[in-house]
């Protein structure tokens, strides 16, 4: 593979990335306002999400991961849902119920979210 492929092949993988992260951060504002969640709330939730996949992603669907940021940061500003609420409420909207489970990944990535708990704003 020469220097110039490299490079294409390169920046079409950053054109995918920042097109994928458009994609969920559109599926996130989308899934807050069903569960009526503030915009800064589904702000965070996407820095939290992006730190998460730009450091190792969970072993998680996007769509999951990003339901299971959107609880953390919910229930980190007041919103205290429970998991059976967030499951229900996204059936109900978009037809696939995704259960938030971040209990089960987030041990492993308490360097990120602590910045997350517990600040005034958040990162």
């Known amino acids: 593979m020469t220097t110039a492929d490299h490079t294409q092949r390169s920046e079409r993988t950053q054109d995918t990335y920042r097109d994928f992260l458009m994609r969920t951060r559109k599926a996130a ?19 939290l999400y992006q730190d998460l996949m ?6 998680r669907s996007p769509h999951g991961l990003m339901v299971d ?9 007041g919103a ?18 995704t259960e938030p489970r971040p209990f089960a990944w987030a041990d492993r990535y308490g360097d990120i979210l602590a910045c997350y708990r517990g600040k005034e704003g958040g990162l």
């Open 80 to 97: 205290h849902c429970t998991t059976r609420q967030f499951q229900t409420e996204l059936r109900d909207r978009f037809g696939v119920g």
């Open 29 to 47: 504002h989308d899934m807050g306002k069903a569960l009526g969640l503030s915009s800064d709330i589904v702000d965070k939730a996407c820095n």
């Open 54 to 59: 730009d450091y190792h992603p969970p072993s």
């Open 69 to 77: 940021c959107l609880y953390i940061i919910a229930n980190e500003h």
